[in-house]
């Protein structure tokens, strides 16, 4: 067994991961022993102990603050994984002991939150109703660290290729194609023969640049012979499109069950505009090899049923 299989198996301690994750998180002793409620010789001694170990430093002091090494950066990851199945496990005897049925955590994009998402944490509440659901909301690039440290439990959004990976395993779920929405009221709700020439002359809420959606949206302007609206908003936020509907009389873009059941709560209206726009589909992203809870394995089964709802 090598030195560092010695020191990652037997002898770190709890304490030990803590103080990694506080000193990363704070990236200050005095901040980091605060929030343990330990003095700051212990924090320096704890980490001295600990690269005593590894016989590597990890954490160095700079006119920033305190910073992890590349070293300290892989041990520090190993730490949060390690706290997240610990927190984990601990949820699930104290589950188990309080008679309740357990806890699991989703990450999931905006695409998938309102109807599928929704949908299915309803059934598994209708079937067990004391599992706690914890649903985070955010695109793959904030959701899929956590997802690999263990904080979360899966991902529920856009498979896009680009993420990819062996330790990663995919399910896709439905396919969502876009739509073009508007406020209640906008004057090309009435219009019968809509076309991309339309759109370009208003105000409209789009993707950010650097989205493959955004590029996309683009080429089909483009492709009816007229450049993409001028007077516009970048914005990823579900939140900021439907207050700029509202505000700007703008046009904007998002998934059809996301926009019809929006329209259903008559905060906007669907546009007759066909958007045949080839986009990823919707599912399942999960750790490969991870054992699941039986609230996760739940879940799971509950968001493949509401996959095929209609």
């Known amino acids: 067994?090598?030195?560092?299989?010695?020191?990652?198996?037997?002898?770190?301690?709890?304490?030990?991961?803590?103080?990694?994750?506080?000193?990363?998180?704070?990236?200050?002793l005095g901040r980091a022993a605060e929030f343990l409620s330990v003095t700051q010789p212990a924090v320096s001694k704890s980490l001295?102990?600990?690269?005593?170990?590894?016989?590597?430093?990890?954490?160095?002091?700079?006119t920033r603050g305190t910073e992890p090494t590349p070293y300290g950066d892989s041990v520090v990851r190993f730490a949060r994984s390690v706290l997240a199945d610990y927190d984990r496990t601990r949820d699930e005897i104290a589950a188990v002991a309080s008679g309740a049925a357990g806890r699991t955590s989703v990450g999931a994009m905006v695409v998938a939150l309102p109807v599928l998402v929704a949908r299915a944490v309803e059934m598994l509440k209708t079937h067990s109703s004391q599992t706690t659901v914890l649903v985070e909301e955010g695109d793959l690039t904030r959701l899929l660290p956590k997802l690999r440290l263990?904080?979360?439990?899966?991902?529920?959004?856009?498979?896009?290729?680009?993420?990819?990976?062996?330790?990663?395993?995919?399910e896709p779920l439905l396919s969502e194609p876009m739509t073009a929405v508007v406020r209640p009221g906008h004057a090309l709700v009435a219009k019968r023969r809509l076309g991309w020439a339309d759109l370009a002359k208003e105000h409209c809420v789009m993707p950010p640049p650097?989205?493959?959606?955004?590029?996309?949206?683009?080429?089909?302007?483009?492709?009816?012979?007229?450049h993409p609206p001028a007077d516009l908003i970048e914005s990823a936020s579900f939140l900021a499109q439907i207050s700029f509907l509202q505000q700007r009389d703008a046009v904007a873009f998002m998934?059809?069950?996301?926009?019809?059941?929006?329209?259903?709560?008559?905060?906007?209206?669907?546009?007759?505009?066909?958007?045949?726009?080839?986009?990823?589909?919707?599912?399942?992203?999960?750790?490969?090899?991870?054992?699941r809870t039986p609230s996760t394995q739940q879940l799971i089964e509950c968001l493949r049923r509401a996959a095929r709802m209609k």
């Open 210 to 226: 650097w989205a493959s959606l955004r590029v996309k949206l683009d080429q089909m302007f483009f492709k009816d012979g007229v």
């Open 48 to 62: 001295a102990e600990i690269e005593r170990m590894f016989g590597l430093a990890l954490f160095e002091r700079s």
């Open 150 to 170: 263990g904080e979360l439990d899966l991902f529920v959004g856009r498979l896009e290729p680009g993420y990819a990976a062996p330790d990663l395993e995919t």
């Open 1 to 28: 067994m090598s030195q560092i299989d010695r020191v990652l198996r037997s002898n770190l301690k709890l304490r030990h991961l803590q103080m990694l994750v506080a000193l990363d998180q704070f990236r200050h």
């Open 255 to 291: 998934a059809r069950s996301v926009a019809r059941h929006f329209q259903q709560q008559g905060l906007l209206k669907v546009l007759s505009l066909k958007v045949p726009i080839d986009l990823p589909p919707v599912g399942l992203i999960t750790m490969r090899g991870r054992r």
